[in-house]
Protein backbone atom coordinates (compact mmCIF):
# COMPACT_ATOMS: atom_id res chain seq x y z
CA UNK A 1 0.00 0.00 0.00
CA UNK A 2 2.72 2.46 0.70
CA UNK A 3 4.56 1.68 -2.43
CA UNK A 4 0.99 2.67 -4.15
CA UNK A 5 0.97 6.13 -2.33
CA UNK A 6 4.83 6.95 -3.23
CA UNK A 7 3.76 5.53 -6.97
CA UNK A 8 0.91 7.30 -6.75
CA UNK A 9 2.10 10.88 -6.23
CA UNK A 10 4.92 10.58 -8.08
CA UNK A 11 3.04 9.41 -11.52
CA UNK A 12 0.45 12.84 -10.46
CA UNK A 13 3.65 14.86 -10.40
CA UNK A 14 4.86 13.75 -13.46
CA UNK A 15 1.31 13.99 -15.18
CA UNK A 16 1.30 17.44 -13.84
CA UNK A 17 4.75 18.35 -15.15
CA UNK A 18 3.63 16.89 -18.75
CA UNK A 19 0.24 19.22 -18.84
CA UNK A 20 1.97 22.47 -18.28
CA UNK A 21 5.02 21.07 -20.60
CA UNK A 22 8.32 20.90 -17.87
CA UNK A 23 10.93 19.02 -18.18
CA UNK A 24 12.91 19.00 -15.00
CA UNK A 25 15.40 15.66 -13.81
CA UNK A 26 14.36 12.44 -12.18
CA UNK A 27 15.87 14.12 -8.99
CA UNK A 28 13.88 16.99 -9.56
CA UNK A 29 10.69 15.35 -9.88
CA UNK A 30 11.18 13.00 -6.67
CA UNK A 31 11.77 16.09 -4.74
CA UNK A 32 8.29 18.00 -6.15
CA UNK A 33 7.03 14.67 -5.35
CA UNK A 34 8.20 15.34 -1.73
CA UNK A 35 7.36 18.26 -1.61
CA UNK A 36 3.79 17.88 -2.29
CA UNK A 37 3.59 14.89 0.29
CA UNK A 38 5.06 17.14 2.85
CA UNK A 39 2.30 19.60 1.35
CA UNK A 40 -0.65 16.63 2.07
CA UNK A 41 1.11 15.67 5.66
CA UNK A 42 1.44 19.57 6.42
CA UNK A 43 -2.12 20.59 6.01
CA UNK A 44 -3.57 17.67 7.99
CA UNK A 45 -0.90 18.40 10.77
CA UNK A 46 -1.91 21.77 10.86
CA UNK A 47 -5.98 20.88 10.64
CA UNK A 48 -5.00 18.80 14.28
CA UNK A 49 -2.72 21.40 15.57
CA UNK A 50 -5.48 24.90 15.24
CA UNK A 51 -8.28 22.54 16.23
CA UNK A 52 -6.38 22.16 19.53
CA UNK A 53 -5.05 25.41 19.83
CA UNK A 54 -8.60 26.56 19.42
CA UNK A 55 -9.91 23.85 22.50
CA UNK A 56 -6.96 24.20 24.70
CA UNK A 57 -7.23 28.28 24.19
CA UNK A 58 -11.20 28.51 24.25
CA UNK A 59 -12.92 25.07 26.25
CA UNK A 60 -10.12 24.69 28.59
CA UNK A 61 -9.05 28.63 28.84
CA UNK A 62 -5.41 28.29 28.95
CA UNK A 63 -3.13 31.22 28.16
CA UNK A 64 -1.87 31.28 23.94
CA UNK A 65 1.29 30.06 24.90
CA UNK A 66 0.15 26.95 26.78
CA UNK A 67 -2.48 26.40 23.91
CA UNK A 68 0.16 26.92 21.33
CA UNK A 69 2.78 24.66 22.96
CA UNK A 70 0.25 21.20 23.80
CA UNK A 71 -1.51 21.71 19.94
CA UNK A 72 1.81 22.08 18.10
CA UNK A 73 3.14 19.07 20.56
CA UNK A 74 -0.10 16.83 19.47
CA UNK A 75 0.80 18.12 15.67
CA UNK A 76 4.16 16.64 16.34
CA UNK A 77 3.54 13.18 17.11
CA UNK A 78 1.74 12.33 14.16
CA UNK A 79 4.14 14.93 12.05
CA UNK A 80 6.50 12.76 13.17
CA UNK A 81 4.72 9.47 11.97
CA UNK A 82 3.83 10.27 8.71
CA UNK A 83 7.46 12.11 7.77
CA UNK A 84 9.32 8.82 8.38
CA UNK A 85 6.31 6.21 7.26
CA UNK A 86 5.39 8.23 3.95
CA UNK A 87 7.64 11.13 3.29
CA UNK A 88 11.16 11.07 3.58
CA UNK A 89 13.58 8.27 2.81
CA UNK A 90 14.87 7.69 5.97
CA UNK A 91 18.25 6.75 6.18
CA UNK A 92 18.15 3.24 7.16
CA UNK A 93 21.76 2.78 8.13
CA UNK A 94 21.06 5.54 10.82
CA UNK A 95 19.45 4.23 14.36
CA UNK A 96 16.16 5.19 14.50
CA UNK A 97 16.34 6.30 17.96
CA UNK A 98 18.90 8.83 16.67
CA UNK A 99 16.47 9.81 13.87
CA UNK A 100 14.09 10.42 16.05
CA UNK A 101 16.04 12.30 18.73
CA UNK A 102 16.96 14.48 15.93
CA UNK A 103 13.48 14.71 14.56
CA UNK A 104 12.50 16.23 18.33
CA UNK A 105 15.77 18.47 18.73
CA UNK A 106 14.20 20.27 15.81
CA UNK A 107 10.74 20.20 16.66
CA UNK A 108 11.66 21.68 20.05
CA UNK A 109 13.07 24.62 17.81
CA UNK A 110 10.30 24.91 15.94
CA UNK A 111 8.16 25.09 18.89
CA UNK A 112 10.51 27.51 20.24
CA UNK A 113 9.94 30.01 16.35
CA UNK A 114 6.46 29.30 16.57
CA UNK A 115 6.11 30.34 20.42
CA UNK A 116 8.00 33.23 19.56
CA UNK A 117 6.19 34.41 16.65
CA UNK A 118 3.02 34.02 18.57
CA UNK A 119 4.04 36.11 21.74
CA UNK A 120 5.08 38.92 19.22
CA UNK A 121 2.28 38.63 17.18
CA UNK A 122 -0.57 38.27 19.60
CA UNK A 123 0.73 40.21 22.84
CA UNK A 124 2.68 42.60 21.43
CA UNK A 125 1.09 43.19 18.27
CA UNK A 126 -2.55 42.83 19.50
CA UNK A 127 -3.26 40.10 15.83
CA UNK A 128 -5.61 37.62 17.13
CA UNK A 129 -3.96 34.62 18.23
CA UNK A 130 -5.37 32.23 14.85
CA UNK A 131 -3.93 34.79 12.80
CA UNK A 132 -0.71 34.63 14.45
CA UNK A 133 -0.61 30.87 14.27
CA UNK A 134 -1.10 31.05 10.13
CA UNK A 135 2.09 33.10 10.35
CA UNK A 136 3.64 30.83 12.50
CA UNK A 137 3.16 27.84 10.84
CA UNK A 138 4.48 29.24 6.98
CA UNK A 139 7.69 29.91 8.33
CA UNK A 140 7.77 26.57 10.77
CA UNK A 141 6.52 24.45 7.97
CA UNK A 142 9.37 25.79 5.90
CA UNK A 143 11.77 25.10 8.50
CA UNK A 144 10.69 21.51 9.26
CA UNK A 145 11.04 20.89 5.63
CA UNK A 146 14.53 21.83 5.08
CA UNK A 147 15.48 20.70 8.19
CA UNK A 148 13.93 17.21 7.86
CA UNK A 149 15.68 16.74 4.18
CA UNK A 150 18.57 18.10 6.02
CA UNK A 151 18.82 15.46 8.61
CA UNK A 152 16.87 12.42 8.39
CA UNK A 153 17.91 11.08 4.92
Known sequence: MEKEKKDTITLLVRETLK???????????QLLSQIFKFSIVGVIATIIDFAFLYFFKEFCHFNTIL????????SVVYNYWASVKWIFEVNKEKDPQKNFTIFIFFSIIGLIINNIIMWLATDNLNIYYMLSKVIATIVVMTFNFITRKKFLE
Open 19 to 29: IFHVKVSQKTE
Open 67 to 74: SNTLSFCI
